[in-house]
């Protein structure tokens, strides 16, 4: 059951430094602001004080399983979780991103320590405009932003905790595909023109794997991770 210890602290470098592999799966470390906030391809997670969540999970997954699929389990609950406590769409930008109306609210990140992974997600919960990174590559926004209201921080969590113990769940008894239809539901990038370190084409799609399929002039590429960039709108014929 995800949730349980939790480990809750005013202030750290990073939640994902508070798990270590001996805690019991399904433990959670939650901040009210990380002073060194960790995201995907070595970038930082920034958050003012107070206004974001900010949690790692501890996963014990069975080692035949592949651990970066857990990338999009949770960004899949994130998306379900938003989605659902904002009454509007939200889309997952594969791998890790969570966008509404085109813009980040969530990322996450899954780390492998000894075993296990730890699976950070944050959210962007109460930041007012100014209190969002200017300099973040996709345009931020924050719940709040959205649609004006403050939210109890504690309340996204539980929900949030609920979806992803379910989704896990699912995935751990029936592995990826189980959860496709769920994903493509909310694929983002599907039918836009995308740059993956290096590689040019239309987003195909996310396959049952959790690969991305893409088009391109030399045949369909399947890339298994990476730096994904929009290059502009296209039509998903
Ligand atoms: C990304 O978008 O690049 C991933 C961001 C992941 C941020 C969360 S916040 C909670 C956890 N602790 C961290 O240091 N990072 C993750």
Request: net charge negative.
């Amino acid at each position: 059951m995800i949730g349980r210890p939790r480990i809750h602290v005013p202030e750290c470098e990073s939640t994902q430094l508070l798990l270590d592999s001996t805690l019991p799966e399904g433990a959670v470390a939650t901040a009210d602001h990380q002073t060194g906030g960790r995201g995907r391809l070595g970038r930082t997670w920034v958050d003012a004080p107070g206004t974001a969540l900010l949690c790692s999970v501890l996963l014990k997954p069975p080692h035949d399983r592949r651990a970066p699929e857990l990338t999009l389990v949770g960004g899949l609950a994130a998306a379900e979780t938003i989605e659902d406590i904002l009454g509007r769409p939200a889309q997952l930008k594969w791998p890790n991103d969570v966008l509404v109306d085109g813009r980040k609210v969530s990322g996450g990140l899954a780390e492998q320590r000894h075993g296990a992974v730890v699976l950070g997600i944050g959210v962007n919960v109460n930041q007012s405009p100014e209190q969002l990174p200017p300099d973040a590559r996709t345009a931020p926004a924050s719940l709040r932003t959205i649609d004006g209201r403050t939210r109890e921080v504690e309340i996204v969590l539980d929900r949030l905790l609920q979806t992803l113990d379910a989704a896990y769940e699912t995935w751990l008894a029936d592995g990826l595909p189980a959860l496709h239809s769920r994903i493509a539901a909310h694929d983002f990038l599907r039918g836009h023109r995308v740059r993956v370190d290096g590689v040019t084409g239309i987003a195909r799609g996310i396959r049952t794997d959790g690969t991305l399929e893409l088009e391109t002039p030399s045949g369909v590429v399947v890339v298994e991770s990476g730096e994904t960039r929009v290059l502009r709108t296209s039509s998903t014929s």
